[in-house]
């Protein structure tokens, strides 16, 4: 069966960077289309950033645009996300998700999308 395991979390101050990884086990990594959401207390979950099965396309949330980076290696079965200018309003439980389907080049936002869950990374960000 299909392991997502997320890693990198923690306590950072304003203005700091984490980078997070999410190692994937049980199917051909390289197939699928990844993405990334959070969901913070009392909140729905959102899409941060998603990235296709190769790594060319990305796709990123208005609100992480221009400090986040969406990157993965095909080779160690991992995606990445490095966060960096991290505010307060970035504190949330991180999750990284597998598409259901191979070879998706779109539509990374839709969580419907997305079979396969972490267990997700705290994120805490202070001011």
């Known amino acids: 069966q299909v392991q997502l395991v997320e890693s990198g979390g923690g306590l950072v101050q304003a203005g700091g960077s984490l980078r997070l990884s999410c190692t994937a086990s049980?199917?051909?990594?390289?197939?699928?289309?990844m993405g990334w959401f959070r969901q913070a207390p009392g909140k729905e979950r959102e899409f941060v950033a998603g990235i296709s099965f190769t790594g060319v396309n990305t796709d990123y949330a208005d609100s992480v645009k221009e400090r986040y980076t969406v990157s993965r290696d095909n080779a160690k079965n991992t995606v990445y996300l490095q966060m960096s200018s991290l505010k307060p309003e970035d504190t949330a439980v991180y999750y990284c998700?597998?598409?259901?389907?191979?070879?998706?080049?779109?539509?990374?936002?839709?969580?419907?999308?997305?079979?396969?869950w972490g267990q997700g990374t705290q994120v805490t960000v202070s001011s």
């Open positions: 998700a597998q598409r259901e389907r191979p070879f998706s080049t779109t539509n990374y936002r839709n969580t419907l999308e997305y079979t396969y």
């Open positions: 049980g199917r051909t990594f390289s197939l699928y289309a």
